[in-house]
């Protein structure tokens, strides 16, 4: 706490010293000040033990005497730190005697100071008259000119100290169970965020699940193409080599052909009738060899088909258009199931109405 830098900051320095050495929860001076580590702001013992109890109970509501003798933590009402506390709880902070001190000497100056003029609220009302009492009808501080001659003569009124101790008790209270309704706050965005990220992590998981699932179909339909259009590929060959064949045949038997029509042509042209008659018998024996040839192979009709490789897959294709994650279809049965049973019974009692 840089109590120099403060002090020269303001005109007053006690005023201002005063500031200092208020404890943040119950708004009065420290007693008993502790120091909270590691941030090192101060709060009154009995203040700490009030946030560390509301801390570990969320139910806590009162302000109770006993110190919390189990470790745990709770935040810094200044900082909101998290301070973690050994199993001595509250009594394991270090007590911060120079504070302790520094108060002990701003009490002593202030006994021995005369009260100044304006340091105490004066009534609007009576400006002589300090502010003392309370009202409590109209709720506002007030002097005692007021309750005897002035507005509040028929009011209840209290000593204005016993109203300033339980009011600041009351805010006191108040500030706790807000730090403590914090921490609770902040626990469940925690909790919150952890959501998230385990939601995040859960869905990376599932997905790359299915899409190795996936992955696994892929490669079979790839599988399986390929090993069809290998048959498709087979029967391919096997037919064009045929047709292959079966054309070098015709082309060998019109090679053959050709030869014997121009052979014949050129017998016919031969002059002498003796050397035409030592060659025509053979020719013309040839020839009808040759017609008879004409005879080979020739393809059924639709051959060249290949529509028996034709593949129905409309039963794939609509059992893969249903892929889901099963939870509607388990509903659906599950609600079928239900009004077939509702069915049944309801024909089982028509029947017995009829016997």
């Avoid at 580590?37 to 139910?59: E, G, S, T, V």
């Avoid at 009534?123 to 502010?131: P, R």
């Avoid at 099963?326 to 029947?351: A, M, R, V, Y």
Wanted: hydrophobic letters at 30%.
């Amino acid at each position: 706490m840089d109590y120099k830098s403060s002090l020269i900051q303001d005109g007053n320095p006690m005023e201002n010293l005063e500031k200092q050495l208020i404890c943040p929860i119950c708004l009065e001076m420290f007693t008993k000040p502790v120091v909270i580590l590691p941030c090192q702001h101060n709060l009154c013992r009995k203040c700490a033990n009030d946030i560390f109890q509301q801390a570990a109970n969320p139910y806590w509501t009162g302000r109770v005497g006993s110190a919390a003798m189990s470790g745990g933590r709770f935040r810094c009402p200044s900082c909101r730190h998290e301070v973690i506390m050994d199993r001595h709880g509250v009594y394991g902070l270090q007590r911060n005697l120079l504070v302790e001190n520094i108060i002990d000497i701003y009490k002593q100056e202030c006994s021995s100071r005369p009260l100044q003029k304006g340091s105490h609220p004066m009534c609007k009302e009576h400006e002589d008259e300090k502010i003392n009492i309370y009202c409590l009808t109209c709720e506002v501080p007030t002097c005692s000119m007021c309750k005897v001659f002035g507005a509040h003569k028929a009011c209840e009124v209290a000593p204005l100290q016993s109203v300033f101790q339980g009011q600041k008790t009351e805010l006191s209270n108040c500030i706790s169970m807000l730090v403590a309704g914090n921490d609770r706050v902040q626990t469940i965005i925690t909790q919150l965020e952890d959501s998230c990220r385990v939601t995040k992590e859960n869905s990376h998981q599932v997905k790359e699940e299915l899409s190795q699932k996936f992955d696994t179909l892929y490669a079979i339909l790839d599988e399986k193409k390929s090993e069809l259009l290998q048959r498709i590929t087979r029967e391919q060959e096997e037919k064009l080599g045929f047709l292959e064949a079966l054309i070098q045949q015709y082309r060998e038997q019109l090679d053959k052909s050709t030869k014997l029509v121009e052979t014949a042509i050129q017998s016919l042209d031969e002059p002498g009738g003796a050397i035409f008659l030592l060659s025509a018998k053979q020719l013309i024996r040839s020839i009808v060899e040759a017609s008879k040839g004409c005879q080979l192979g020739k393809i059924e009709q639709g051959f060249e088909n290949m529509d028996y490789f034709t593949l129905d897959l409309e039963h794939v294709a609509d059992t893969l258009r249903t892929i889901d994650f099963g939870t509607d279809e388990e509903e659906e049965e599950f609600i079928q199931e239900e009004e077939d049973h509702e069915e049944e019974e309801s024909t089982e009692g028509k029947e017995e109405g009829h016997q």
